[in-house]
């Protein structure tokens, strides 16, 4: 999976090793991130919680506030890892990898 990476955000700190990995943005979460992915820098074994703090930085609280659920101290949003769907118990133990595909979706839900 190799792609080009423009405009690279960093969130690494000295003397870490650097990986790049792309974050996908789909329906209102797009709209609020004016974009559909950003790529980012990131340290080597990095997880969801620090590349979601990253964005926070990046995009404010107006994108973090449909991303965290700060009262049940979770996540909004579906997680995808290179088209896999990841399980919420999984969320915190998934290490990244250089050149994943990390992708945010909004839960589907309604019905009648």
Do not use: T, W
């Amino acid at each position: 999976m190799e792609y080009l990476f423009s405009n690279v955000k960093n969130i690494i700190k000295e003397g870490e090793i650097p990986m790049k990995i792309r974050v996908r943005f789909f329906s209102s979460l797009k709209l609020k991130a004016g974009k559909e992915y950003i790529d980012l820098n990131v340290p080597e074994n990095a997880n969801i919680g620090m590349v979601v703090e990253k964005l926070g930085e990046i995009y404010g609280q107006d994108l973090i506030s449909v991303i965290v659920n700060k009262e049940k101290s979770g996540y909004n949003v579906v997680f995808m890892l290179n088209k896999r769907l990841l399980s919420h118990d999984d969320y915190d133990d998934v290490k990244l990898k250089e050149n994943d595909i990390l992708s945010m979706l909004l839960p589907i839900s309604g019905g009648c």
